[in-house]
């Protein structure tokens, strides 16, 4: 009957010890009850759940000798260029194998010392049973108790190797930080599909309340375990990879508890072996699970969590990536999806570039791969009605310039500079991240009018920002003198005037410290009265002393500069060592100049 089959699945669930005590207890709880009772149901639901959970099954791995090859070919497969973050993938990959290989021979080594303690141990019981076979009856309770085993103390060399192990064990945590749409979550799957384990995506974004990862207490309605261990429920087994998408969205501390701490305990390879769900509240070991965490920027993670994880920093793509993305991975995935054959559809190079830069503006490639989805999508109507027409011959597989207006509509995006002319007080920054997550620039226009010396501050600007504006300004007024800007030592070039500080597009916001180099040069552009062409792009934060200091996200700035029409930018000489890792096409087509100071700089400009 229904009991017993639960008993059997239990039993083939392998419960750790545990869970078996646990488990014991409330089968025979449930023996007692009457079905009918809503307990019965609860009880019922916990044991189905303990049978459900993978305690010990795990899939084979394919560590063997052909893994590391495999790996690497699986990730060429799915992915072009990232040769940095594929070598450090395919490190951690031998790393995970020489461990596997590591723990086994700890664990054969613990098997052979325990085997020969336990045989000692049972010559010892079996003349301890012959002594009390002698005893009377009265005694047989006792006796029972004596029969069994004693919890054998272990040996200190076994705890050492058991130590041992545990280090072995600990595998670090993978964290893949990049813009959207740069392939992060396929680049987990691909190891998942290299190592031969199973795969589950946990979805991190929004979740608010720690119950949501740990489970309810079994004394709620409709209690139910939390994320980590559904997932261990659903892949069946207890050493998938698990997938920790934007790890970075995840909810702060509020009051249905602390959703960080709770990754934190499953994160930490010190404590994951015994990871407690509320609703299951017997540990479980986690320690065989593959984690990668996701996320598209490490401000928002909280440290301890950041802490626990190794970070690998992906960028965004230039116009060259992506048209070498699109041509071997993009296009023969929609072709496909769309049940056409390669040679149905032929995208001309200025045409596929033309989708990237006139239809897509972003760091990624997921909008690029939506827009050849349309234009495939189309392609697809325009065989199928050929070939119910009977009209084959006709088909042109071409896709022209003029068909994108028809497939896609008008260009949504055009590059920024060509309009543009000098004129002071007007400068081209650099941001990052823009809408749509890319790198691009941004104009900052100074203007100055009659008034008494106020400094008004439009375009959404944080406060970062409009403190670095501060910063250049001030800069500006202690060395007018010496930039030639007031004709006597004491003057004040703000006397009687007021500036205005913009910069468009005045409703998205913008923060951060890196345009300060930029507002300088745009001050002393007002000041004096020289302009400063549009063409020449700059970033780096400025400080009081009129030192440029290093800023972040060169790569993003630069490919969006590139795209932009920008032929040369000033850096701040702490960056100069990440002109190294830029792409080829962005070196070949921007000229770069470092700079240490503000000076250094000025004499740049002019
Ligand atoms: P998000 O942060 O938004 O979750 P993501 O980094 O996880 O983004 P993916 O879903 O992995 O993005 O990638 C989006 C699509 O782009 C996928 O179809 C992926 O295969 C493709 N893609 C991204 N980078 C590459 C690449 N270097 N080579 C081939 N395909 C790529
Ligand atoms: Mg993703």
């Known amino acids: 009957n229904e009991l017993e089959e639960l008993k059997k699945r239990l039993e083939a669930a392998q419960l750790s010890p545990e869970a078996d005590k646990v488990a014991q207890r409330e089968l025979q709880r449930l023996q007692r009850m009457n079905p009918a009772q809503a307990e019965y149901q609860v009880c019922r639901n916990y044991l189905e759940n303990l049978a459900e959970i993978p305690w010990s099954k795990v899939s084979e791995d394919r560590l063997d000798k052909e893994t590391l090859l ?10 072009y260029g990232l040769e940095k973050i594929k070598k450090r993938l395919l490190e951690y990959l031998a790393v995970l194998k020489l461990k596997e290989v590591g723990k086994k021979e700890i664990d054969e080594e613990i098997r052979r010392l325990t085997k020969g303690s336990e045989e000692k141990m049972e010559e010892g019981e079996k003349e301890g049973q012959k002594e009390e076979e002698k005893e009377t009856l009265v005694k047989k309770g006792e006796k029972l108790e004596q029969k069994k085993p004693p919890p054998r103390e272990p040996s200190e060399q076994e705890l050492r190797l058991l130590e041992k192990k545990r280090m072995v064990d600990k595998s670090p945590i993978l964290l893949l930080v990049g813009p959207p749409g740069t392939g992060k979550t396929s680049l987990a799957k691909s190891i998942a599909t290299a190592l031969g384990r199973k795969f589950h995506r946990i979805s991190l974004g929004g979740v608010r309340d720690e119950a949501e990862i740990r489970g309810h207490r079994r004394t709620y309605v409709a209690a139910m375990p939390g994320l980590i261990v559904s997932g261990l429920k659903k892949v069946g087994v207890a050493n998938p990879v698990f997938l920790l998408d934007e790890v970075d969205k995840l909810g702060m501390s509020n009051f249905h508890g602390d959703p960080s701490a709770a990754m934190l305990e ?30 598209n920027s490490l401000d928002t993670i909280p440290p301890p969590l950041l802490d626990r994880m190794e970070t690998i920093q992906l960028s965004g793509y230039t116009t060259l990536e992506k048209r070498h993305i699109a041509t071997r991975h993009l296009l023969p995935k929609q072709i496909t999806s769309n049940g056409l054959h390669p040679e149905n559809v032929e995208l001309p190079e200025e045409v596929l570039d033309k989708i990237i830069t006139a239809y897509t503006r972003e760091s990624g490639v997921r909008n690029l791969e939506r827009e050849i989805g349309s234009v495939v999508r189309s392609k697809a109507v325009e065989y199928a ?44 920054g650099l941001v990052a991240y823009s809408t749509g997550g890319q790198g691009s620039i941004l104009f900052i226009e100074i203007a100055d009018m009659p008034g008494s010396g106020r400094v008004q501050l439009t375009g959404k600007l944080g406060d970062v920002l409009k403190e670095s504006v501060e910063v250049a300004l001030s800069w500006v007024k202690s060395h007018a003198f010496a930039l030639g800007l007031t004709t006597t030592e004491d003057e004040d070039i703000m006397k009687n005037r007021s500036i205005h500080v913009h910069c468009p597009s005045g409703a998205i916001p913008k923060d951060g410290p890196s345009a300060g180099l930029a507002h300088t040069v745009a001050l002393v552009s007002l000041f004096s009265g020289q302009p400063v062409p549009p063409t020449l792009a700059m970033t780096g934060e400025v400080s009081l002393r009129g030192r440029v200091l290093p800023v972040g996200g060169i790569k993003e700035k630069l490919i969006g500069a590139l795209r932009a029409g920008v032929e040369r930018v000033l ?23 470092c700079v240490g100071g503000i000076w250094e700089g000025l004499g740049m400009v002019w």
């Open 70 to 79: 495999r790996a690497k070919r699986q990730l060429d497969d799915d992915h």
């Open 266 to 295: 499953v994160l930490d390879p010190e404590q994951n072996h015994s990871f407690t769900d509320h609703y299951v509240n017997i540990p479980i070991d986690l320690s065989k699970v593959l984690f990668i965490a996701t996320a």
């Open 385 to 428: 009605t050929a070939k119910d027409t009977d009209s084959l011959p006709t088909y042109s597989p071409l896709v022209t310039l003029s068909d994108l207006d028809t497939i896609l509509g008008i260009e949504r995006f055009t590059e920024e500079l060509t309009e543009q002319h000098a004129r002071p007080g007007v400068v081209t």
């Open 571 to 593: 850096l701040p000489e702490g960056n100069r060592k990440d002109v190294q890792e830029l792409p080829e096409e962005v070196r070949r087509g921007i000229k770069i100049e």
